[in-house]
């Protein structure tokens, strides 16, 4: 029976005939000429060859040992207890993707329920949903929802936001129609409040973050909640999880609505990917009911027994297309479960240390760094610093990479009125001899561009 399956070429006539197409070319009518071009591809080979071949492709990078890397801009290399792989790739929660039939996921929803009430407790909000694509699409949905709630058609977010943010932002909020403001940074690299002041009349939310994309600790958070309040807006507070162990919670600061992202917490880099977004709001029916995504509740079965059930699902699957809030997907569920089981593992001691010992790792970073650049912003740095060379930056990074150490994230390309910038990030992770090793290469660098 195989035979005539697989593969199904001697199906092509009868199958293109089913379809009302003549030739394989009529599938591709529509693609303009000139754009599909032969393949040209190799000779097929063993599985003991690919084998071979992949792992002298995978050889060819480098550990964090090998080249240290100061790489900021949302992408950090932090430090992954290895019992948080290990559960995660039981087959109960790596195989169980999204649990649409609760009645036989109690596991999965069980640890999406802790992963909600750990985040919930983190950010200082009651509903939190599990979860998002990532940080980007989260701040997305975010500007979407108080569009929503508010009845307005405004959107106000620092000019210092991060590049691709902003791109995310644009293209999820273009076909709703929604206008996005941008508010200046001040002499210190914070949100200019009198800026905000001139602008977030008739506007739906306005967001902050913390750190915002500097790296800089925002100083006057609840005061630019309660403009947004005055104003009627939704107070919407993007946060990196790893420094709410030093910081007060978002929602005791006044935020309707905290975004994020989880995989800082349980996930590796891993080239990028996969990440989850947390998306968590007031217990208020008004920002509940737009959620997107979904929430895990807990309740009892019919013979009284604890179980967990959906309580929410506002995709456009699960309900009337045309009301639902979203129409994510895949919620990254094992991303969460990840950040749930490294959340539980560090506990609030550990959160807080974890804080303490970035930003003191931050600290020393700034003051080294300053005896070679210049450092344009004042404030509490976390993680990342802005850098300000008198060279070109891009030629010091080629050069950085040559030696087996990788710079910070070249800023000219986004924000040229900061000149030949870069922004820095160190961790946990980060060793001494590293920011050592920088700095001297720094030097050697910047004089010899010098000439």
């Not at 979407?144 to 709630?149: C, P």
Request: glycine share 8%.
């Amino acid at each position: 029976m195989g035979r005539h399956y697989i593969p199904n070429s001697a199906h092509k006539e009868e199958m293109l005939k089913e379809i009302g197409f003549k030739s394989i070319e009529d599938l591709f009518s529509d693609v303009p000429k000139g754009f599909v071009k032969e393949f040209n591809l190799p000779e097929g080979k063993s599985e003991y060859e690919i084998f071979l071949e992949m792992n002298e492709i995978l050889n060819k990078n480098k550990t964090i040992l090998e080249m240290p890397t100061f790489l900021g801009a949302g992408a950090y290399f932090h430090y992954v207890p290895a019992h948080v792989k290990y559960l995660i790739e039981r087959s109960e929660f790596i195989t169980s993707y999204t649990p649409y039939q609760a009645e036989i996921s109690q596991g999965m929803l069980q640890a999406l329920f802790e992963y909600q009430s750990l985040v919930g407790e983190l950010v200082g909000l009651e509903i939190v949903n599990a979860s998002m694509y990532d940080w980007g699409t989260a701040m997305a949905e975010a500007a979407l929802m108080s569009a929503r709630v508010t009845k307005k058609e405004k959107f106000i977010v620092p000019t210092h936001l991060h590049p691709e943010r902003k791109k995310v932002l644009h293209t999820y909020t273009a076909g709703p129609g929604l206008e996005i403001e941008y508010v200046k940074w001040n002499e210190r690299g914070q949100l200019d409040v009198e800026d905000l002041k001139e602008k977030v009349e008739s506007a739906a939310g306005v967001y902050i973050e913390i750190p915002n994309f500097f790296g800089l600790i925002e100083e006057q958070v609840k005061e630019i909640g309660e403009i947004a309040h005055d104003a009627g807006a939704l107070f919407v507070v993007g946060v990196d999880p790893t420094i709410l162990g030093v910081i007060k919670a978002p929602g005791d600061l006044g935020a309707d609505i905290v975004v994020g992202e989880t995989s800082f917490l349980g996930s590796a880099l891993n080239f990028g990917g996969p990440r989850a977004g947390i998306l968590a709001v007031k217990n208020e029916r008004k920002l509940i009911r737009q959620m997107p995504g979904r929430v895990i509740g807990m309740t009892k079965d019919a013979e009284g027994k604890r179980a967990f059930v959906m309580t929410l699902q506002t995709r456009e699957q699960h309900i009337r297309r045309a009301k639902a809030t979203s129409n994510i997907c895949s919620n990254e569920a094992l991303v969460a479960v990840a950040a749930a089981i490294h959340m539980a593992t560090l506990g609030p001691k550990g959160l807080q240390q974890l804080g303490e010992i970035i930003l003191k790792n931050t600290a020393y970073f700034k003051e080294r760094i300053s005896e070679v650049a210049e450092i344009p912003f004042d404030g509490i740095n976390f993680k990342d610093v802005l850098v300000r060379f008198e060279v070109p930056y891009d030629i010091i990074h080629e050069e950085l990479l040559k030696r087996n150490i990788h710079g910070g994230f070249y800023l000219r390309p986004h924000f040229q009125e900061l000149g030949e910038s870069a922004l820095f990030a160190v961790t946990e992770t980060t060793r001494k001899e590293w920011v050592e090793i920088l700095i001297e290469n720094l030097k050697e660098i910047i004089n010899m561009a010098r000439l």
